[in-house]
Each structure stands twice: as C-alpha cells, then as structure tokens.
C-alpha cells in the first residue's frame, strides 16, 4: 500500500493557501538569484585561476569567463537601482521587518537545529523569523559591496584604489558564499521543518497555510485577520422586532 507525498493534496480537497510573495517581489527575486548565482559560478571560477580554461557557463553563451562575469554584474546593478527608484516602500518595509529583534529571539535559535528537522520551530514575531533577519542584513550589505566594488574594478584600472576594491569584491565573496547556499538550501524545502517554503517564491506565490503557520506564525495570523470578511448587518431580528413593538 503506497503513501501519498507530503506535498500531496486529497483529490477534491479545498486547499488553504496564503500568499506569501507579490509577483513583483517574486520577478525581482529571481532576477537577484539569476545573476548573482552566475556571479558565484564565475567569480569562483575566475578566483582559483581557471581564466584560461572556459566553464560551462563560458562555453553555452559563447564569451569568455570574465566578460561574462562583467556583464552579469551590471544587470545586478541595473536591477539593485531599479529596485531602489521602483520599489521604494518595499525595501522600507523590508529594512524594518529585517533590522527588528525582539525579546524571545535568542530561544527561537536554541531550538532552529532541531526544528529543521522536526518543524516545531520557536514562536517568533514579525514577516521574518531571526534567522531570516540575520541572512537577509548579510545579504543586503554583501551584495551592495560587490555591486559598488565590482563597478570600482571595471572603472578604475589600478592603483590602491584598485587594490582596496579587489579586497572587497574578494571578502565579501567569501562572506556571501556560505550564505547563499543556505538560503538555497532553506528555500528549496529540502530540509523537513521548510517543507513547501519553495512555493513562497514560486508558483504565484502561494504556499499552503499550514507551512506558513509552521515557519511564519505571527505574520499568517495577521494575513489570517485581514482576509476574514466583516459580518454584515441584516437589520434588528424579530425578537428584536417584537421586543420593540411592545414597547411602543
């Protein structure tokens, strides 16, 4: 006798989603993970000395490692500007849910090795939960310093200046790396405590509200709230009705 999937709905079953992701934060997501997943595979390419040997990502676009690496870096920028002029209350709001701690946090970590695997996770407060909060101040401060060292490198062609910017580009690499591929490890929903967190991102954006109860409980309480209709007034019942003729 077979077992259905985690993932698996009964047939006919209403499914309970919540929509964890605009598509404009979705469409700038993966345009952010496009790129800077090519940077990674090319700046670590390049960096171990592999110039003279073209990569796969060299020889499906047909240009060398290095321009390729240049080029993906100025749609990097072109996208962290759009988003700034564009998305301007976006990243407010991100800034301010991400730079936001709370008391209780340090208890949510002591039980985050076990709750990967368990999924009981410690309550916590907010759109992200600490770790979240961590990764994303990282992410934020990594990748501006590759963005703006990354144009230094292609505008400056040597000196200290050079000097001090390569610095950069290289330590904020070995900063992000690790965190990147967490992130893509926590986000793919590989690990049993974020099963289905992947559709957050994916998929329009919905992801079942049992996963987002599990992960994000605060927050699916407050999306819970807004979505529950008014009750409507239907007018004085009749025993109000009555009561009121009674006493005129």
Same mark, same amino acid.
């Given at each position: 006798?077979?077992?259905?999937?985690?993932?698996?709905?009964?047939?006919? @079953?209403? =499914?309970?989603?919540?929509?964890?992701?605009?598509?404009?934060?979705?469409?700038?997501?993966? %345009?952010? #993970?496009?790129?800077?997943? /090519?940077?990674?595979?090319?700046?670590?390419?390049?960096?171990?000395?592999?110039?003279?040997?073209?990569? /796969?990502?060299? !020889?499906?676009? %047909? =240009?060398?490692?290095?321009?390729?690496?240049?080029?993906?870096?100025?749609?990097?920028?072109?996208?962290?500007?759009?988003? *700034?002029?564009?998305?301007?209350?976006?990243? +407010?709001?991100?800034?301010?849910?991400? /730079?936001?701690?709370? $008391?209780?946090?340090?208890?949510?970590? !002591?039980?985050?090795? *076990?709750?990967?695997?368990?999924?009981?996770?410690?309550? $916590?407060?907010?759109?992200?939960?600490?770790?979240?909060?961590?990764?994303?101040?990282?992410?934020?401060? =990594?990748?501006? *310093?590759?963005?703006?060292?990354?144009?230094?490198?292609?505008?400056?062609?040597?000196?200290? @200046?050079?000097?001090?910017?390569?610095?950069?580009?290289?330590?904020?690499? #070995?900063?992000?790396? &690790? /965190?990147?591929?967490?992130?893509?490890?926590? @986000?793919?929903?590989?690990? &049993? %405590? #974020?099963?289905?967190?992947? !559709?957050?991102?994916?998929?329009?954006?919905?992801?079942?509200?049992?996963? @987002?109860?599990?992960?994000?409980?605060?927050?699916?309480? !407050?999306? +819970?709230?807004?979505?529950?209709?008014?009750?409507? #007034?239907?007018?004085?019942?009749?025993?109000?009705?009555?009561?009121?003729?009674?006493?005129?």
């Amino acid at each position: 006798m077979g077992t259905e999937p985690d993932d698996a709905e009964p047939e006919g @079953a209403q =499914t309970d989603v919540v929509e964890r992701n605009t598509r404009p934060a979705r469409w700038f997501h993966a %345009g952010v #993970y496009a790129t800077v997943l /090519v940077l990674l595979a090319t700046g670590w390419w390049l960096g171990l000395g592999r110039e003279g040997s073209p990569s /796969v990502l060299a !020889r499906v676009t %047909g =240009t060398s490692d290095a321009e390729l690496h240049t080029l993906t870096g100025w749609a990097l920028a072109g996208l962290t500007a759009l988003a *700034a002029v564009v998305g301007m209350r976006g990243w +407010r709001t991100f800034w301010q849910e991400s /730079v936001r701690f709370r $008391h209780g946090d340090a208890a949510w970590f !002591r039980r985050w090795p *076990a709750a990967v695997l368990t999924g009981r996770f410690g309550r $916590h407060e907010g759109r992200f939960d600490p770790g979240q909060r961590i990764a994303n101040l990282v992410l934020l401060v =990594t990748l501006l *310093a590759l963005v703006v060292s990354g144009i230094g490198l292609v505008l400056v062609s040597g000196g200290p @200046a050079f000097v001090w910017f390569l610095l950069v580009h290289r330590w904020s690499t #070995y900063v992000v790396t &690790p /965190v990147v591929v967490g992130h893509v490890i926590i @986000a793919s929903g590989i690990l &049993p %405590g #974020y099963r289905g967190v992947w !559709r957050a991102m994916h998929l329009g954006g919905h992801l079942r509200r049992a996963d @987002a109860e599990r992960v994000w409980p605060t927050w699916t309480e !407050r999306t +819970r709230t807004k979505e529950e209709p008014c009750p409507e #007034y239907e007018g004085p019942s009749h025993e109000e009705r009555s009561s009121s003729r009674e006493r005129d």
